[in-house]
């Protein structure tokens, strides 16, 4: 929240929306969920989250 609230501030706008946002959230639930079972590292939850965020963001349509 914070982050947004600073954006605004800055721009007078609100952030651009991501169209599969909900994907990107889905994605951090499940490499995070896995570091905190033991099933991988935190570092690796890190690295696969932005790895298959970044994949996802390439192919979003961003309303700027």
Do not use: C, H
């Not at 994605?27 to 570092?43: G, I, M």
């Not at 690796?44 to 994949?55: G, H, L, Q, S, V």
């Not at 996802?56 to 349509?61: D, I, M, N, W």
Request: no cysteine.
């Amino acid at each position: 929240m914070y982050e947004l609230a600073t954006e605004r501030s800055k721009n007078g706008r609100i952030p651009p929306r991501i169209s599969n946002f909900p994907d990107l959230q889905r994605v951090l639930r499940e490499e995070f969920e896995a570091a905190w079972q033991n099933k991988q590292s935190v570092k690796d939850a890190a690295i696969k989250a932005n790895e298959r965020a970044t994949a996802l963001l390439k192919e979003a349509q961003i309303d700027k």
